[in-house]
């Protein structure tokens, strides 16, 4: 049994470290990038400054279809709306129009708000995310290669992660076998050092630098999510993911519904619109404790349409509800809330906003750009224990 820990530990020992040197550098500039956009919210409002208004408590805030009509929006060309609870918070309207930027607008006096048009603070971190996510390409082909890349390399880290730990656990569970590694010691040579920085930084960040790099990998992508909807998938879900691409219950559907609409006229578009308000109030009545409201604009043909609430922490998918409401007059049709979702639906919700640590506040932000960093430096130490033990191969 012995002999088979030993061989099962050498074949990862060298697994660890063939692909450590293999994707080492991407994963050093993913980690460095990391670092710099952990707060990149933050930083680029600091820096770009963020779109407030100045509330009145002599008026009430003008009601959304109004809103639209004093800046000559038409309400078809609107996407969504969303409204933050703050009173200094403008109105954010996004159009159907990919290309037209979004609009902020004062919702006590009806007019646009502009502010520091230059953005730098966006420009500068819009480039940054290009590096961390594609190494500074920005389209094309090479862009497809380079995601590729990415996803490859944080699919090597995330083995690197797992298997760190089972190198890291000394053969001998002493206290004086655990005091070198637990903690960083002084006096010690360059590769006694980096030994210690190594094992000491794996440790200490070990399951939260793997729940950062595991949701990398569901972002870099698609078969994580399918092999969660087969496992903790609904009965529809697994359906979905084990079926052969392009023959899903999903895909058949919309083939079928796609014949039937080239058969059929399209179905008679509304005699009723709800308001635009209306459709608001109507999440708002429901969650009184709602941080942020977001509106989707029907077109004149759906029946329904979605009110997304988000309250307390609005990066928090626990914490967030989609109404379905009737596009005619605003009733409650549906209510789609965290609890309603799948277990595999309910992990990746976790996921976006998991990889940032958002979803716990700041204090997550700040443990997330630790460990980042902290994977710079496994990176870093890792690269170099390789070279001198490259360097020592060729002295023999």
């Known amino acids: 049994m012995s002999a088979l820990v030993s061989l099962l530990r050498r074949v990862l020992f060298w697994s660890h470290l063939t692909v450590g040197v293999v994707a080492g550098l991407l994963i050093l500039l993913m980690s460095v990038t990391g670092v710099m956009l952990g707060f990149e919210r933050q930083m680029i409002a600091a820096i770009d400054g963020r779109p407030t208004v ?4 002599s008026v009430d805030r003008i009601a959304l279809d109004t809103l639209l009509a004093r800046n000559g929006i038409l309400r078809d060309d609107v996407s969504s709306i969303a409204i933050r609870r703050g009173d200094d918070q403008p109105v954010l309207v996004r159009f159907r129009d990919r290309e037209r930027a979004a609009l902020n607008v004062d919702p006590w006096r009806g007019d646009s708000v502009t502010f520091n048009s230059e953005r730098k603070g966006q420009a500068f971190f819009s480039g940054l995310r290009r590096w961390h996510r594609w190494v500074g390409n920005s389209g094309g082909e090479w862009r497809a290669r380079m ?37 960083f010691r002084r006096g010690l040579s360059p590769k006694a050092r980096d030994f210690n920085w190594h094992n000491t930084i794996g440790f200490w960040s070990a399951i939260p630098l793997f729940a950062v790099v595991a949701s990398g990998v569901f972002i870099s992508y698609n078969w994580p999510d399918r092999w969660l909807d087969r496992v903790l998938g609904s009965p529809e879900e697994r359906a979905a993911a084990t079926a052969p691409s392009g023959d899903s219950p999903t895909a058949a559907r919309a083939s079928t519904s796609g014949e039937n609409a080239e058969q059929s006229d399209q179905p008679p578009a509304r005699t009723v619109d709800a308001g635009l308000q209306q459709l608001a109030n109507t999440a708002m009545n429901r969650y009184p404790d709602w941080q942020l409201i977001t509106v989707t604009v029907p077109d004149a043909f759906d029946s329904t349409t979605s009110v997304a609430v988000a309250e307390g922490n609005t990066y928090r998918p626990d914490l967030r509800t989609t109404l379905v409401l009737n596009a005619s007059d605003a009733r409650i049709v549906e209510t789609r809330d965290y609890a309603s979702l799948s277990t595999s639906r309910r992990i990746r919700s976790w996921t976006r906003f998991g990889h940032t640590g958002e979803v716990f506040g700041w204090f997550g932000q700040l443990i997330a750009t630790i460990v980042t960093a902290g994977g710079a430096v496994l990176v870093w130490t890792g690269i170099a224990l390789s070279w001198r033990r490259l360097l020592k191969w060729w002295a023999r």
Request: aromatic share 14%; glycine share 8%.
């Open 54 to 57: 100045e509330p009145t408590s």
């Open 147 to 183: 995601k590729a890349a990415t996803g490859a390399a944080n699919l090597g880290f995330l083995l690197l992660v797992m298997s760190g730990v089972w190198l890291w656990w000394p053969k001998r569970l002493t206290w004086s076998s655990l005091r070198s590694i637990l903690w």
